[in-house]
């Protein structure tokens, strides 16, 4: 499956390697995809995910989690 979330505070190549290796850590997790200039972040996983452990994941990396679509 495939969820898009928003992430704000990203600015930079780094921000989206941050982004992406925490949440690409997280069970399940088989892509993640991110846009740095729409702050859209699309994860593919075998099962659901909590929003909250995708939050968590983002607030690891230094960034926020604003929602998801
Ligand atoms: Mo992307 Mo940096 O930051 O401090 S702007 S990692």
Do not use: F
Not at 25 to 50: F, H, R
Request: hydrophobic share 35%; with cysteine.
């Amino acid at each position: 499956m495939e969820t898009v979330y928003e992430v704000k505070g990203m600015t930079c190549g780094h921000c989206v390697g941050s982004v992406t290796q925490e949440i690409t850590a997280l069970p399940g997790v088989q892509n993640v995809a991110v846009v740095l200039e729409t702050g859209k972040v699309t994860v593919t996983s075998e099962t659901p995910l909590t929003e909250d452990a995708v939050r968590e994941a983002v607030d690891e990396a230094g960034y926020e989690l604003v929602g998801t679509s």
